[in-house]
């Protein structure tokens, strides 16, 4: 065979094999969009959830997962980032530092169900701050910050050294180097970190079982004081998210239409995160035309 026709050959396979995948995704998708979309209206997406009469809605549990992403995003990101410009920049070659990369790659693996449990033990039970919001946003802080870390030294290391001995030979020092930039041309790449971050804190459930809860209280949106137990800003209130929502209703739903609700806050979660990685890529964009002055 030569090589010309084991290089056709070999496209035609990848090209198949990656529209098999897409073709899958998107019958996945359509099936969950086909199903739910139906169900969704604005009575749906504000009001509380019915326990065994027909007609309830999602509003609490959209809010929560909402409000759990911005928790998680406000621990992970500054961490990942520090840690991911630490181990581009300023840490040394050697055992510590494989040491280190080591933990970060057995943490990526952790099963989500053992670090719930850990959550439980350490967070909830050792630490005092209960089943609550805060809890779920540092049991996904132990997923999403090996992600980040891995992903933000991946994008540091992606600059090219000529740029970055250009500027530090116009006399700039190495952390003004970093921060104006190193980090606008990484960007791109950090801001997929944060994507793939946000899409587990929507999706996630077996973690926030053990530490936010799987109920939440009766919530006054008219109460904005966030040490309130019924304020919505609470962050140490219990709270039940939509990914937990939609396992509840499907293994213990006792409302007659539990599953047109299922269907419904599976469609609502996968819009969020459609919606979500939209506005983040547009945000991503916009920073870094601001910062490397590109059109």
């Given at each position: 065979?030569?090589?010309k026709?084991?290089?056709?050959?070999?496209?035609?396979?990848?090209?198949?094999?990656?529209?098999?995948?897409?073709?899958?995704?998107?019958g996945?998708?359509?099936f969950?969009?086909?199903?739910?979309?139906?169900?969704?209206?604005?009575d749906?997406?504000?009001?509380?959830?019915?326990?065994?009469?027909?007609?309830?809605?999602?509003?609490?549990q959209?809010?929560?997962?909402l409000?759990?992403l911005?928790?998680?995003?406000?621990?992970?990101?500054?961490?990942?980032?520090?840690?991911?410009?630490?181990?581009?920049?300023?840490?040394?070659?050697?055992?510590?530092?494989?040491f280190?990369?080591?933990?970060v790659?057995?943490?990526?693996?952790f099963?989500?169900?053992?670090?719930?449990?850990?959550?439980?033990?350490?967070?909830?039970?050792?630490?005092?701050f209960?089943?609550?919001?805060?809890?779920?946003?540092?049991?996904?802080?132990?997923?999403n910050?090996p992600?980040?870390?891995?992903?933000?030294?991946?994008?540091?290391?992606?600059?090219?050294?000529?740029?970055?001995?250009?500027?530090?030979?116009?006399?700039?020092?190495?952390?003004?180097?970093?921060?104006?930039?190193?980090?606008?041309?990484?960007?791109?790449?950090?801001?997929?970190g944060?994507?793939?971050?946000a899409g587990?804190?929507?999706?996630?459930?077996?973690?926030?079982?053990?530490?936010?809860?799987?109920?939440?209280?009766?919530?006054?949106?008219?109460?904005?004081?966030?040490?309130?137990?019924?304020?919505?800003?609470n962050?140490?209130?219990?709270?039940?998210?939509?990914a937990?929502?939609?396992?509840?209703?499907?293994?213990?739903?006792?409302a007659?239409?539990?599953?047109?609700?299922?269907?419904?806050?599976?469609?609502?979660?996968?819009?969020t995160?459609?919606?979500?990685?939209?506005?983040?890529?547009?945000?991503?964009?916009?920073?870094?035309?601001?910062?490397?002055?590109?059109?």
């Amino acid at each position: 065979m030569s090589a010309k026709t084991a290089d056709k050959i070999a496209t035609a396979v990848i090209i198949t094999l990656a529209g098999f995948i897409v073709l899958i995704l998107a019958g996945l998708l359509g099936f969950i969009l086909v199903r739910g979309l139906g169900h969704i209206s604005f009575d749906f997406l504000t009001s509380p959830p019915e326990t065994i009469k027909e007609g309830g809605g999602i509003g609490p549990q959209l809010f929560n997962s909402l409000f759990l992403l911005v928790l998680t995003l406000l621990i992970t990101v500054p961490l990942g980032l520090g840690a991911g410009i630490y181990m581009s920049e300023y840490a040394k070659p050697g055992k510590v530092t494989d040491f280190i990369r080591l933990i970060v790659e057995v943490l990526s693996s952790f099963p989500s169900i053992v670090v719930g449990l850990f959550g439980l033990l350490v967070i909830v039970n050792v630490f005092g701050f209960g089943f609550s919001l805060f809890s779920g946003a540092l049991a996904l802080t132990v997923f999403n910050l090996p992600l980040m870390v891995r992903i933000t030294e991946q994008g540091m290391r992606s600059v090219p050294v000529a740029q970055k001995e250009a500027s530090l030979a116009l006399g700039l020092s190495k952390w003004k180097t970093i921060r104006s930039i190193m980090l606008p041309i990484a960007m791109p790449i950090i801001l997929t970190g944060t994507i793939l971050a946000a899409g587990r804190v929507f999706g996630e459930a077996a973690a926030l079982l053990f530490t936010a809860g799987m109920s939440s209280p009766r919530l006054d949106f008219t109460d904005w004081n966030p040490f309130s137990p019924m304020s919505p800003l609470n962050p140490f209130r219990p709270a039940e998210t939509l990914a937990v929502h939609i396992w509840k209703i499907n293994s213990e739903g006792l409302a007659p239409d539990a599953p047109e609700i299922a269907a419904g806050a599976s469609a609502v979660l996968i819009l969020t995160v459609l919606v979500f990685n939209l506005l983040a890529r547009w945000l991503g964009r916009v920073m870094h035309k601001k910062f490397t002055a590109t059109k």
